[in-house]
């Protein structure tokens, strides 16, 4: 757990400030009223009121994630995010972190910003704990009310994550900036036509203003768009990082080399 956040971490029972704490020689968060929050050796805090309803991605999810990113087939949408943040200064909360690609080259592009990572999915937070040195990690519920203080962050991302427009509006910073970054219509179409994967709902737009209307304005929206080529190894893992991973067999698949279209929209919103 980075110090360097602590200050802007909140109680998720109480909403009380947290400090490092020693449990038995185990290092932990602990609030003025006595609740306490276990940091994983991997370096995540635990800050959850109860348990989740989901665990979020799988141990092969995030293995197939941190592969494909790691090859620099989604560079381009980290390098749109890096460059709409360029020069943060402040907290930028990365909602639905993953395994914190995405936070760590927005870190890289803003040296004053220190980052907070959140998901409910353990095996992404182990690599989320270690993905930038000004970066910290915890597991929360990113529907539920998050273990953030009120105006504390100068950013928060969210790329192909659920989106919680009161809690992002309240942690954000009046002065701060919401990064969305959504599916394109034709994201992935190839695969989606040739195995049958969830598509992209041709309304998702439209739903994402909605829930995000009355906490926040758009302010820009631009297209990035990329021709992957990919070996049938490649497109297997990419397969095997999307949601659609829980309704195939990946076994079954034996995909050939082939292009496929990566295809995204990132939205800057101010707060309302």
């Known amino acids: ?35 306490n929050f276990d940091i994983a050796k991997q370096g995540y805090a635990t800050l959850t009121a109860g348990r989740t309803p989901h665990v979020g991605d799988t141990v092969a999810m995030v293995a197939d994630r941190e592969a494909f990113l790691a090859a620099g087939h989604y560079a381009f949408i980290a390098d749109a995010l890096a460059a709409a943040a360029a020069g943060a200064d402040g907290l930028v909360l990365d909602a639905g972190t ?90 992935l179409s190839e695969l989606v036509d040739a195995f049958g994967l969830i598509h992209v709902d041709p309304d998702k737009g439209d739903r994402v203003a909605d829930r995000l209307g009355r906490h926040f304005v758009p302010e820009r929206s631009t297209a990035h768009r990329r021709r992957m080529r990919l070996s049938g190894a490649e497109v297997r893992t990419l397969v095997g990082m999307t949601p659609s991973a829980r309704h195939v067999v990946l076994d079954d698949l034996a995909p050939g080399a082939g292009t496929v279209t990566a295809a995204v929209d990132l939205t800057v919103y101010r707060p309302a």
């Open 98 to 187: 993953g395994t914190g690609y995405h936070l760590a080259r927005v870190l890289d592009a803003s040296p004053a910003a220190v980052g907070l990572g959140l998901d409910v999915s353990k095996p992404a937070l182990r690599r989320a704990a270690r993905a930038h040195p000004r970066a910290a990690a915890a597991l929360a519920d990113i529907w539920r009310p998050l273990p953030v203080a009120d105006a504390s962050a100068v950013l928060v991302l969210d790329a192909f994550a659920p989106r919680n427009g009161p809690e992002f509006r309240r942690v954000l910073r009046p002065d701060g900036a919401l990064l969305v970054v959504t599916p394109a219509a034709d994201h």
């Open 1 to 35: 757990m980075n110090d360097a956040v602590l200050p802007h971490l909140r109680c998720p029972h109480c909403a009380a400030p947290l400090a490092t704490a020693d449990g038995g020689g185990q290092r932990m968060l602990r609030c003025p009223r006595g609740h």
